[in-house]
């Protein structure tokens, strides 16, 4: 059985001094969480990591819709000096189609002023159950992705994708409906990886405007 | 017979949290925000209380009026009201350990300060709580947006419209402590 708590004689000027010290852990751990009290939720960290240039993913291995192994941003020459990056399901009724139809538009604007892919469109799929290639090229076919300039593809494997979520701060969440909601919308990553812009669905023109300096080859 | 039952639910409560060493149940409470914030906390501070009360020492040294008990424990509610922290805990397994930990820690520590704190400290400690929680709350049900990544709108209106409530009911269990300070002076200063 339990015994009655022993009492200590507290001192008042310890207690204070402990409090004084939980107090002080308080802020520094505040602070260190919102970024010196300037972001209190997980997408202004995001966007403030973004500003700092701090967010950089690694290079995903990625299956095509077309069945072939895709790796984006690498050193490559020829490479794409930008890209243009979103996540979906294919099975999405909503915004994945419309942000589809976005990526139809920007593809457009590209081919018209480009010969090569100097700045890349690739929609990712995080949906690896359903998202086979059949479904990818389904996708692709529907929205007249053409394999080249925008290229839509999954992760090959879990971990994959895990580390290109976590790696650009994507978190993705079942919305009950056998769906799935996320944060951001389009991503523009430099040939290195490194997140320069996130531009919300409505922004295709902005997003595409910020894409085309990074593709400039440099003097 | 009736000592046992209750030291045997005494035991049990002190125990539950190694029942979110158990991956799926904690998932299941974390999934949603609103048992994340109403189910899980309390649940670890209640567990930390219990376990603290039956503690032969602890910081009393440190806890004159329990004045360490309310600041830790208002420290930590605080923090874990920030919505970026609850997506840390979710994405991170050592911020993860350290808010169970710190939960489990400052229902021990609140455990031992209630019965030295005079009714005073009581009042404040759980006026303050309850405003927190109530403007916290507020503010989550009238944001569009969401405010957790991890967390759906619904999600974050059920849980700002039980934080209102958690603030009333702490609202209301201040003004019963303010209406009956002498039975409380005499149980509660040393």
Redesign the interface.
């Given at each position: 059985?339990?015994?009655a708590?022993?009492?200590?004689?507290?001192?008042?000027g310890?207690?204070?001094?402990?409090?004084a010290i939980?107090?002080a852990?308080?802020l520094a751990?505040?602070h260190g969480?919102?970024r010196g009290f300037k972001?209190?939720?997980?997408?202004?960290?995001r966007a403030l990591d973004l500003q700092h240039g701090s967010i950089v993913a690694r290079p995903p291995a990625l299956l095509s819709s077309r069945g072939e192994l895709h790796q984006p941003w690498s050193d490559a020459p020829g490479s794409p000096r930008a890209y243009l990056v979103d996540f979906v399901y294919t099975s999405c009724p909503g915004v994945c189609q419309v942000l589809g139809g976005e990526f139809a538009r920007m593809q457009a604007a590209l081919q018209e002023v480009q010969a090569g892919p100097s700045v890349a469109l690739l929609s990712v799929s995080f949906d690896l159950e359903r998202d086979d290639r059949a479904a990818l090229a389904a996708y692709a076919r529907l929205h007249r992705a053409d394999g080249t300039q925008w290229i839509v593809a999954v992760p090959r494997s879990p971990d994959d994708l895990d580390r290109l979520l976590?790696d650009l701060q994507v978190?993705v969440?079942p919305?009950?409906s056998g769906g799935f909601?996320h944060?951001g919308a389009i991503h523009l990553l430099d040939a290195q990886g490194r997140l320069r812009g996130l531009f919300a669905y409505d922004e295709w023109r902005e997003a595409l405007a910020a894409a085309r300096p990074l593709a400039e080859p440099p003097p | 017979m009736s000592t046992a039952w209750a030291a045997a639910a005494r035991r049990f409560v002190e125990g539950a949290p190694l029942l979110l060493l158990f991956d799926p149940l904690r998932q299941a409470l974390e999934g949603r925000m609103l048992l994340h914030m109403m189910v899980e906390f309390p649940w670890l501070m209640v567990a930390g209380w219990c376990f603290g009360t039956r503690l032969r020492r602890g910081a009393d040294a440190f806890d004159a009026h329990g004045l360490l008990g309310i600041t830790v424990a208002s420290a930590v509610a605080a923090f874990w009201m920030i919505p970026a922290a609850l997506d840390a805990s979710l994405l991170s397994t050592p911020v993860q350990v350290v808010k169970l930990a710190v939960w489990w820690l400052a229902g021990i520590l609140l455990g031992r300060s209630w019965p030295r704190m005079p009714v005073e400290t009581k009042v404040f400690f759980l006026g303050n709580l309850a405003w927190m929680a109530a403007t916290v709350g507020l503010l989550y049900q009238s944001t569009e947006r969401r405010l957790c990544a991890n967390y759906l709108s619904d999600d974050q209106q059920l849980a700002g419209g039980a934080l209102v409530m958690l603030g009333v009911l702490l609202g209301g269990l201040a003004v019963v402590f303010m209406l009956r300070p002498s039975k409380e002076r005499e149980a509660g200063i040393e």
């Amino acid at each position: 059985m339990g015994s009655a708590p022993r009492r200590t004689s507290p001192h008042l000027g310890a207690t204070l001094a402990a409090c004084a010290i939980t107090l002080a852990a308080l802020l520094a751990a505040a602070h260190g969480l919102t970024r010196g009290f300037k972001a209190w939720t997980y997408d202004e960290r995001r966007a403030l990591d973004l500003q700092h240039g701090s967010i950089v993913a690694r290079p995903p291995a990625l299956l095509s819709s077309r069945g072939e192994l895709h790796q984006p941003w690498s050193d490559a020459p020829g490479s794409p000096r930008a890209y243009l990056v979103d996540f979906v399901y294919t099975s999405c009724p909503g915004v994945c189609q419309v942000l589809g139809g976005e990526f139809a538009r920007m593809q457009a604007a590209l081919q018209e002023v480009q010969a090569g892919p100097s700045v890349a469109l690739l929609s990712v799929s995080f949906d690896l159950e359903r998202d086979d290639r059949a479904a990818l090229a389904a996708y692709a076919r529907l929205h007249r992705a053409d394999g080249t300039q925008w290229i839509v593809a999954v992760p090959r494997s879990p971990d994959d994708l895990d580390r290109l979520l976590r790696d650009l701060q994507v978190v993705v969440v079942p919305d009950g409906s056998g769906g799935f909601v996320h944060n951001g919308a389009i991503h523009l990553l430099d040939a290195q990886g490194r997140l320069r812009g996130l531009f919300a669905y409505d922004e295709w023109r902005e997003a595409l405007a910020a894409a085309r300096p990074l593709a400039e080859p440099p003097p | 017979m009736s000592t046992a039952w209750a030291a045997a639910a005494r035991r049990f409560v002190e125990g539950a949290p190694l029942l979110l060493l158990f991956d799926p149940l904690r998932q299941a409470l974390e999934g949603r925000m609103l048992l994340h914030m109403m189910v899980e906390f309390p649940w670890l501070m209640v567990a930390g209380w219990c376990f603290g009360t039956r503690l032969r020492r602890g910081a009393d040294a440190f806890d004159a009026h329990g004045l360490l008990g309310i600041t830790v424990a208002s420290a930590v509610a605080a923090f874990w009201m920030i919505p970026a922290a609850l997506d840390a805990s979710l994405l991170s397994t050592p911020v993860q350990v350290v808010k169970l930990a710190v939960w489990w820690l400052a229902g021990i520590l609140l455990g031992r300060s209630w019965p030295r704190m005079p009714v005073e400290t009581k009042v404040f400690f759980l006026g303050n709580l309850a405003w927190m929680a109530a403007t916290v709350g507020l503010l989550y049900q009238s944001t569009e947006r969401r405010l957790c990544a991890n967390y759906l709108s619904d999600d974050q209106q059920l849980a700002g419209g039980a934080l209102v409530m958690l603030g009333v009911l702490l609202g209301g269990l201040a003004v019963v402590f303010m209406l009956r300070p002498s039975k409380e002076r005499e149980a509660g200063i040393e």
